[in-house]
């Protein structure tokens, strides 16, 4: 009989909406990966086709990914192992290898988790709608009864290795050329993250020649403990180095990446950050561009329903086209393959790219702010300002008993003449009048209600900010 010591581990406990993530040892074992990835096999009939399994500089990430390729080679794929990579690494690798694959990593989530990003593949997401849930719930039953002996292929696959850094950064470099740049001093707050590894290979000359760049380092050591602070930069007070760092040492730019190194953010010359909403705009103007130059009509780039209102004015501005979308890298991706869009871009720094099949990368689109700083000889606050006419509250969460009241109890103080409300995504109420907009949104992944608002001042904003959470922490 099972003993609750010795219960398989509820895989429902780590399966998020769009990929995995737990606390290492009770949520995300070597036994539940080792069963996730013969499930991950079998449900996508992967039996002699090559699987891509990486990790990032968390302690446990190198058991996961030895645990992984043992339960998909088991069932029949063959394995290669990428080592230490960030997460758009394993996007580019399943691109250019039209490879299926996976990265462990829990991004910006404490030391004590590790979970997975899975793609099929061509950098084709996953999701609990497109084989996620159904990966999770083989699993499980895997892990309740036992792998089943044999594989679909009538063999046991192949366990190999490669490194795919160089190749990631020489494919960077020709999305972005930065070798005509004006010199700049760029500060990197690497959060002892994957960036540590990543920037010296793309942005530096450890792999291929020099730029006119001086980089000063935060944080490069990879050191999953994460021990100078976490490697979330949405959070405010993790940019407090950098933006320190940026003035004592006259930089021109900062940089800081989450813990994967799937998202930038970007600081200015005085240490004000620069929003995820205005790199969106200033990635879109180069894309749409870039597009319109080789004779594309009206390119389409995706939004966010959370990104600043000046995102599709200014995509429209420039003759392209606006879809807004709901939050979510999957959902983001989706759209992107959908729409044929060359540019997608979110409020949480996730910016996704038709060339670098139709995901996410925080060193593409800071390779583009740094293209943009570098042809011209004005500030990055100067340029900025262009991006950035509103003002937004940024993301305000609210842990509350019971979400579905604090949401009944504004919409029954918003319902009214001269605001449209709609529902693509939480709930959204937008004043006629153009004057302000806010959103509700509850968290997909941790037990909260977000609000996003903006408005055409710090006053109206402020004013529309405080009554909304009034209603909601009521």
Known sequence: MTTEENAPVDLSASFKAYDVRGIVGESITADSVRAVAAAFVDVLELAGESVLVGGDMRP?????????????????????????????????????????GVVFTASHNPAEYNGMK????????????????????LAQS?????????????????IGEDDILKQYAQYLRKLVDLSDSRPLKIVVDAGNGMAGMTTPAVLGDTLLPSLPFEIVPLYFELDGTFPNHPANPLEPANLLDLQAAVVAHGADIGLAFDGDADRCFVIDETGAPLSPSAVTALVARREIARA???GEDHPTVIHNLITSRAVPELITHDGGRAVRTRVGHSFIKATMAAEGAVFGGEHSAHYYFRDFFNADTGMLAAMHVLAALGEQDGTLSDLGREYEPYVSSG????QLADV??????????????????????????????GTWWFNLRASNTEPF??????????????????????????
């Not at 088991?74 to 039209?98: K, M, P, Q, W």
């Not at 899975?118 to 849930?133: D, F, K, W």
């Open 404 to 433: 579905p009241a604090a949401v009944a109890r504004v919409r029954a103080t918003y319902t009214r003449e001269g605001i449209t409300v709609d529902e693509l995504d939480g709930i959204t109420f937008t004043a006629n009048d």
């Open 118 to 137: 899975m793609t099929r593949a061509g950098a084709v997401p996953l999701s609990s709608e497109t084989g996620l849930a159904e990966i999770r719930d």
């Open 60 to 100: 446990s990430s190198p058991e996961f990914c030895q645990a992984f390729a043992e339960g998909a080679a088991g069932r029949g794929a063959n394995v290669t192992l990428l080592g230490l990579i960030s997460t758009d690494e394993l996007y580019f690798a399943s691109g250019i290898l039209n490879a299926a």
């Open 142 to 158: 895997y892990l309740n009864d036992g792998i089943p002996d044999g594989t679909p292929s009538g063999s046991a696959g192949e």
């Open 395 to 398: 993301e305000i969460n609210s």
């Open 292 to 294: 319109q130059a080789l």
């Open 449 to 474: 209600l977000r609000l996003n608002a903006e408005a055409v001042d710090a006053v109206t904003m402020a004013d529309i900010r405080d009554d909304v959470l009034a209603v909601v922490r009521r």
